[in-house]
């Protein structure tokens, strides 16, 4: 992909900037896309990058090698072990996000009955009804940044399927305490040398104390379900955990559901509201696109509302490269020689940016996906392999609802002509300024 300069091999990988380690994290830090996209433009399509906190990290974007990596054996491809600088904290250590090979299926399939196609379509009607909800409460007529309100779109919605309907004094304290946590570890998750308790105004005091208070708010649902006599015939998550055994007959801890229970929230939020925000970014600079959504939906149809989701999904990926496993053996990908301890990754946003794959590939255009499928192992928006999101259905089902919901009742305009560059929000590539729109009510 690009056009490729002559390099010199070191130490047997892939060619690579020779910045610091810590200057490569600055870069990526700032401007992730375009320092991926200037890597790829000078190095080719597989080039090492060396990354403050985190390591060596390899990128293939070649379709073989990616295909390789895909499909690799999970013993020796262990993307959790990237997950336990930023996410070990929130998640704890029975998240799938920090578990590999057996218990990460195990992990899994506790979760995926949730997260089908037909159980996540059947949660439209309740996203509709929270989207409604919110952006009525949107100022008209004047700037603001979107990222917030689909932060607490997507919070809302992951509460109601996780907990249920009927607890929404509960949810309310919950939302506002994971919000405080998310927030609070913003900075010190990705520095490792932060954590220390220096008291409550401290960074790293105040996220254990964030966390403290939303693992109570859990544990003490967790009690309640536990010993409610109907929680068996219950549909939300944490019902399902409370209730169920292993092979054993034992039932998980409450630590076990806690981390579990954590890992759906934080992994729905995170994602899905960065990724209405890129897709309401992209729609305010194109007018038509959103008078086609509008038009559609009157008709009881949602054909280009998908393409316009995954077309957003393609050009803005939420998170750019994951997952990126680490491994565990010696393995040659591409020829070269790749040690233990090393971690390699398919480039997600340099693949979904690749003309071969996407002709014209900076510019908004849902209408590839109308009537074509995306290329076999060249869409990753929602990772791949055994770690593949769980909750890509629910997620790709939220965005289409929400998109009709809210361009059925404003239209959305940008407050600059020129777009926002991508920064590293936590774990996701977020529009700088939190996706600054004016919405105006839609023509009747």
């Known amino acids: 992909m690009g056009s490729t300069r002559p390099v010199t091999r070191q130490g047997g990988l892939p060619p690579g900037p020779a910045l610091p380690p810590v200057a490569q994290l600055l870069r990526y830090a700032a401007r992730p896309e375009g320092w991926l996209r200037r890597c790829g433009a000078r190095y080719?399509?597989?080039?090492?990058?060396?990354?403050?906190?985190?390591?060596?990290?390899?990128?293939?974007?070649?379709?073989?090698t990616t295909r390789a990596i895909i499909s690799g054996d999970p013993k020796i491809y262990h993307a959790s072990e990237i997950n336990m600088v930023e996410l070990m904290p929130i998640v704890g250590p029975h998240s799938s996000f920090t578990l590999d090979e057996g218990a990460h299926a195990r992990s899994r399939q506790l979760l995926s009955p949730f997260f089908g196609r037909d159980r996540s379509r059947d949660s439209g009607d309740m996203v509709e009804e929270v989207a409604l909800r919110e952006v009525g409460s949107w100022p008209r007529g004047r700037p603001f940044a979107l990222r917030p309100h689909m932060q607490d779109l997507t919070l809302q919605v992951m509460l109601r399927v996780t907990?249920?309907?009927?607890?929404?004094?509960?949810?309310?304290?919950?939302?506002?305490?994971?919000?405080?946590?998310?927030?609070?570890?913003?900075?010190?998750?990705?520095?490792?040398?932060?954590?220390?308790?220096?008291?409550?105004?401290?960074?790293?005091?105040?996220?254990?104390?964030?966390?403290?208070?939303?693992?109570?708010?859990?544990?003490?649902?967790?009690?309640?379900?536990?010993?409610?006599?109907?929680?068996?015939?219950?549909?939300?998550?944490?019902?399902?955990?409370?209730?169920?055994?292993?092979?054993?007959?034992?039932?998980?801890?409450?630590?076990?559901?806690?981390?579990?229970?954590?890992?759906?929230?934080?992994?729905?939020?995170?994602?899905?509201?960065?990724?209405l925000s890129w897709t309401f970014h992209e729609l305010a600079r194109d007018p038509a696109a959103q008078r086609r959504v509008r038009a559609e939906r009157a008709g009881g149809e949602d054909a280009y509302a998908k393409a316009v989701v995954k077309e957003s999904l393609r050009l803005h990926p939420p998170v750019l490269v994951g997952p990126v496993p680490m491994v565990t053996d010696d393995v040659t990908l591409k020829g070269f020689r790749i040690p233990a301890g090393t971690?390699?990754?398919?480039?997600?946003?340099?693949?979904?940016?690749?003309?071969?794959?996407?002709?014209?590939?900076?510019?908004?255009?849902?209408?590839?996906?109308?009537?074509?499928?995306?290329?076999?192992?060249?869409?990753?928006?929602?990772?791949?392999?055994?770690?593949?999101?769980?909750?890509?259905?629910?997620?790709?089902?939220?965005?289409?609802?929400?998109?009709?919901?809210?361009?059925?009742?404003?239209?959305?305009?940008?407050?600059?002509?020129?777009?926002?560059?991508?920064?590293?929000?936590?774990?996701?590539?977020?529009?700088?300024?939190?996706?600054?729109?004016?919405?105006?009510?839609?023509?009747?």
């Open 343 to 444: 971690f390699v990754t398919p480039g997600t946003t340099l693949i979904h940016h690749d003309p071969e794959n996407y002709p014209d590939p900076d510019r908004f255009l849902p209408d590839r996906f109308l009537n074509a499928s995306p290329p076999a192992h060249r869409y990753l928006p929602y990772g791949w392999g055994p770690h593949r999101c769980v909750g890509a259905n629910l997620a790709s089902i939220e965005m289409e609802r929400v998109l009709g919901a809210v361009l059925e009742r404003v239209t959305v305009a940008p407050t600059t002509p020129k777009p926002e560059p991508g920064v590293i929000r936590y774990v996701t590539c977020a529009p700088k300024n939190g996706a600054r729109v004016v919405a105006e009510p839609a023509p009747r």
């Open 163 to 275: 907990f249920g309907d009927d607890v929404a004094p509960r949810l309310a304290e919950l939302a506002r305490a994971i919000t405080r946590m998310v927030e609070s570890g913003t900075l010190v998750l990705p520095l490792p040398a932060l954590r220390r308790d220096l008291g409550p105004w401290s960074p790293w005091g105040r996220f254990v104390r964030a966390r403290a208070r939303v693992d109570a708010l859990v544990y003490s649902m967790i009690d309640e379900r536990r010993a409610a006599r109907h929680s068996a015939g219950r549909a939300d998550v944490l019902s399902r955990l409370a209730t169920v055994t292993d092979g054993n007959g034992d039932r998980l801890s409450r630590k076990e559901i806690r981390d579990h229970v954590v890992t759906v929230l934080i992994a729905g939020l995170e994602t899905t509201s960065t990724a």
């Open 44 to 64: 080719g399509d597989t080039f090492t990058l060396r990354v403050a906190t985190l390591g060596t990290v390899v990128f293939f974007t070649d379709e073989e």
